[in-house]
């Protein structure tokens, strides 16, 4: 409740005879010619003004706010509402049933912990594809995830009954970002608040934070929201602001129209390739101009979903017709659009193209530019022209065929020579941009296990099957993910191409795991009433559950032959799915390559069943005439898919799915329900284990003190994403994770995945670093989760966990040293949490993404920054030294210095080196988190304070 109204801005509006206090606009100075977005913010400041931690000045500063200056000035952010999914929300939920007791510890009363603002959890992020290709993969995904997850999903129906304004989406539903906007986003917010004595009921725009950077997915509907790590939710959840700076904020004018060719998948690729080359990190990116109104909302959400691929912030588009056209497809009460529409309109949050704007940055799309495009092996943002896929596809093969080529003294076109016909197009040309040096380029990677690089290789089913494997070979295609799943074009678009591909006769190749797994029931309905679902099946395109499947690594296994096949001969086969992330080590354990692709590609992909294929000349097979049919011959034509989807789809669709949506089905309503103001905690279960976070904690914080005698655990180079850093996806029984459940009596088939033990904390500290791919600097030729041990002589090689523990058991604090962009990808807050609990307490980087630097500072773990334009390599820092941080202590004073000096003494005792490093602790609030030693420990000092 605001105790403070500086500007006058309270005031009534009144919408068909329901009157809402509200908080204008128009009562501040300078306010309309503020880009939409900050607009939002500065709605949130007048509302929840109260003289202390948000003041007058705040407001004027952001009213006032230049364009063209660089952020300096902090604001708090009070967000209306705190989402969820269930990999990132159960921690949350165990730190908060931590928090209850630590509260009754410290004397308070645990029934204060309490989301203060409405939280919602999808529980989306469980079911894996073990079964596929069949009609009853669905019924048998369930059954295991139940299985799997069912101590899980017994704690969180716990959560929704013990605290208030917390509510759980059971299993599946549907993609928690498709829920979000199809049904938990408001776009308008009211809430009933007591002002002056008496009930009122408030309206205010929604805004959010979730513990899924794709949380910005809500943006395409005009709400303001972006992912933060689990640690900055729970403090949301508990009433604390989110401290940020007043953002730079980057226009973009979109023109033209989608060509036929075209899909949406491409405009988001070719969008997320444009801003990661025009640098967005940490911005707002706002859509604009006459183009706007021409972007379907589902294309506006598939947009604002890619937001953390590309680096910002969040990517919002305003309010306007097509918002409230979805806002009624999708079955929201009449009076709820009523009041979206005069609310926008009366606070000038309307869209309207004619209105000059000023932004900090523009860009520009022309979307008949756009062409079909595909991105990886491993990054999003590297966009490939379908036309130019193949040869791009033999360029990129250099990084992943490299060991055993190596060792018999191969060059890379040697042994594409042998792998591909020599008549295909040459590997390599000077204007290829992923290679350097091509001709003659010898290979020297360090690829592991590796004893041969020839291929293809015979491969023998069980059934009957048989075929040659090769490098290249797609081994999975699934539509997958909330980017597509929730975009009816490119979805009704995948089916018809499956339609035209099976009148030609054509089939997906045997060696390809096929998948669909829509973001929500809505799918499902609209396949069916278009009568296509039958050629989806007829590909083995299935659907196997409701939920984010392969994008986030819960492909399920490969056919055991495969695998094994894969495994010998050291293929590098890939997977193409209609997602967001395909990151290294992500997707399957067995796959090295990875590419985005819309959801009808993912179906082309799989009648190819090769990365080394030429959709323009190669055709996918013959139809029934002995004719060669090529992918022209069966692309959808957008006219048709238009038409089928609005004969398919309507509001009474959305109405039905969503009236029981809290309600789950007879395995969530018959699950024993815990009771009580705490947890009882098992201590036999090794998915829910109290944390240590608070073990010991005192009324007051300790002084802070400087780093002394610390050793390096890794050396890390560029692009290291929360992927390598936070455990995610299937382990394995010789791992630090594995072992410890086997010592737990957890039987090998039972280990699930990372992400569904993220409520043990004994799991996840073994397995944070520990990234199939990741390669540690400290060691030559190894990639995995190891290091060198420097507390043993000689510094022999060691499990990342392992030598940790070696490290706490003697004392020794630990640093890590990085390269740019460290941190970047999911907002993973076991990044940040596994990475203190394993003793680290200092990061050195040349640059960091947003989330993660904030969540280091949330578990007391200083993030510093090398001088600019220095790194490791230039400063001559090898990793083999003692480091030392000293300045630190400053901020015991209250003072927030810029740099901090770091020494390293080599370990032969030659010459220091000393710098100054930068103190990436930005806020005065995140200084008063690190002096707490984390986040929660700020919060829970001050709810046992009152």
């Known amino acids: 409740m605001s105790t403070v109204d500086t500007f006058g801005a309270k005031s009534t509006l009144d919408v068909a005879g329901n009157k809402y206090e509200i908080f204008r606009l128009d009562a501040v100075e300078g306010s309309a010619r503020l880009p939409y977005s900050l607009k939002i913010l500065l709605e949130n400041l007048l509302r929840t003004e109260d003289g202390a931690n948000i003041t007058a000045d705040h407001i004027r500063a952001l009213a006032q706010w230049e364009a063209d200056s660089e952020p300096s000035t902090e604001i708090q952010f009070t967000p209306a509402r705190v989402l969820m999914q269930d990999f990132t929300g159960v921690p949350c939920v165990v730190d908060l049933a931590t928090m209850r ?46 299985q799997r997850n069912g101590e899980r999903y017994q704690f969180l129906r716990w959560g929704q009954t013990a605290f208030d304004d917390f509510k759980v989406v059971p299993p599946g539903m549907g993609i928690v970002h498709q829920v979000n906007i199809e049904h938990l986003a408001r776009t308008v917010m009211t809430r009933e608040v007591e002002a002056d004595g008496a009930r009122v009921l408030r309206a205010y725009p929604d805004t959010c934070v979730g513990t899924d950077s794709h949380t910005t997915m809500v943006n395409g509907l005009g709400v303001l929201g ?86 910002s912030t969040a990517a919002i588009f305003p309010i306007d017709e097509v918002t409230l056209e979805y806002l009624r497809l ?27 704007v000023t932004y900090s940055e523009y860009l520009e799309l022309d979307l008949s530019t756009v062409v079909p495009s595909i991105a990886g092996p491993k990054r999003p943002q590297d966009r490939v022209d379908l036309t130019s896929a193949k040869r791009q596809f033999r360029a990129d093969l250099e990084d992943y065929v490299h060991k055993s080529l190596e060792e018999e003294g191969a060059t890379v076109n040697e042994a594409l020579e042998e792998s591909f016909p020599a008549s295909d197009p040459p590997a390599y040309s000077e204007t290829d941009t992923h290679t350097k040096d091509a001709e003659h380029h010898t290979i020297t990677g360090t690829e592991p296990d590796s004893d041969r690089a020839s ?94 499947t392969t994008c986030i690594g819960n492909s399920g296994p490969l056919e055991e032959e495969i695998s094994q096949a894969i495994h010998d001969a050291d293929l590098a086969v890939a997977a193409v799915l209609s997602g967001n992330r395909n990151f290294e080590g992500r997707i399957n354990p067995d796959i090295k390559m990875n590419y985005l692709a819309s959801p009808p590609l993912v179906v082309a992909y799989a009648l190819a069943g090769s990365m080394d294929f030429d959709f323009e000349n190669d055709p996918l097979g013959q139809d029934e005439r002995d004719n060669d049919v090529f992918l022209r011959d069966i692309w959808p034509n957008p006219t048709e ?28 309503r018959s699950l024993p329900t815990p009771e009580g103001a705490t947890f009882e905690w098992d201590p036999e279960s090794t998915y829910v284990r109290k944390p240590p976070y608070f073990d010991g904690m005192q009324t007051e914080p300790a002084p802070v003190e400087d780093i002394t005698g610390a050793r390096v655990l890794l050396k890390l180079g560029d692009s290291v994403t929360t992927d390598h850093i936070s455990p995610a996806g299937s382990f394995k029984s010789d791992t630090p994770a594995g072992r410890y459940l086997l010592e737990h009596g957890v039987d090998r088939k039972d280990f699930n995945s990372y992400g569904s033990r ?31 041990d420097f507390s043993q002589p000689d510094g022999p090689q060691e499990t990342v966990y392992d030598a940790a523990m ?61 001088p600019t334009g220095e790194n490791a390599e230039s400063l001559g820092l090898t990793g083999t030294e003692t480091f030392a941080v000293s300045g630190v202590t400053a901020l015991n004073d209250g003072a927030s210095p810029r740099t901090v000096t770091v020494t390293a003494t080599p370990a032969d005792g030659g010459e220091e080196i000393s710098f100054d490093a930068v103190l990436r602790i930005d806020t005065p609030g995140e200084a008063a988190y690190y002096r707490n030693g984390g986040i929660l420990q700020y919060v829970l000092r001050q709810i046992a304070s009152r």
């Not at 989306?124 to 995830?145: C, K, M, T, W, Y």
């Not at 043990?760 to 290091?787: K, P």
Request: glycine share 12%; aromatic share 8%; net charge negative.
């Open 330 to 356: 999708t079955g929201r009460p009449e009076e709820s659009v009523a009041l979206v529409e005069q609310y926008a309109k009366e606070q000038g949050l309307w869209h309207d193209p004619s209105e000059e």
């Open 806 to 866: 070696n490290y706490q058991a003697e004392g020794t604090p630990l640093v890590i040293l990085a390269g740019k962009e460290y941190g970047s990808g999911s907002s993973r807050d076991w990044a940040a949490k596994g990475t203190a609990l394993l003793g680290v307490k200092a990061v050195l980087a040349e640059s960091y993404e947003r989330i993660h630097r904030s969540n280091l500072i949330g578990m007391g773990v200083l993030p510093l920054q090398f």
């Open 101 to 146: 007791e630590a509260v009754r510890e410290l004397g308070g009363d645990p029934t204060l912990v309490n989301p203060l603002a409405p939280a919602e959890l999808v529980i989306d992020h469980s079911v894996q594809i073990d079964f596929f290709g069949n009609s009853g993969a669905l019924e048998r995904n369930i059954e295991i995830e139940y």
């Open 455 to 548: 291929s293809p290789v015979d491969v023998v089913m069980a059934d009957g099957r048989s075929f040659e494997l090769d490098h290249g070979a797609v081994t999975i295609a699934s539509i997958t993910s909330c980017t597509n799943t929730s975009n009816p074009s490119v979805m009704m678009a995948a089916a018809v191409l499956a339609r035209n591909a099976v009148e030609k006769g054509l089939a997906s190749k045997p060696w390809v795991k096929t998948s669909v797994a829509p973001g929500s029931k809505i799918v499902t309905d609209y396949y069916e009433k278009s009568g296509l679902v039958p050629y989806l099946e007829k590909l083995g395109f299935y659907i196997v559950g409701y939920g984010c």
């Open 758 to 788: 993220r409520g043990n904390h004994e799991v996840m500290i073994r397995g944070t670093f520990a990234n199939i791919r990741i390669r540690n600097q400290l060691l030559e030729g190894v990639e995995g989760g190891f290091t060198r």
């Open 641 to 668: 898919v238009q038409q089928i989807i609005d004969a398919s789809i309507d509001k009474e669709m959305f109405r039905a799915s969503y009236e029981t949506i809290f309600d789950g089905d007879e395995r969530w």
């Open 226 to 311: 972006w992912g933060v790590g689990g640690i900055e939710a729970e403090a949301a959840m508990l009433g604390q602001p989110v401290s940020m700076l007043i953002p730079r904020v980057v226009g973009f004018r979109l023109t033209g129209g989608i060509p036929a060719g075209a899909t949406a998948t491409d405009v988001v690729l070719t969008i997320t390739e444009m801003l990661r080359k025009h640098g967005v990190v940490g911005k707002f990116v706002e859509f604009y101009g006459e183009g706007v109104a021409e972007v379907p909302l589902a294309n506006r959400a598939t947009i604002g979903n890619m937001s953390p691929e590309f680096g």
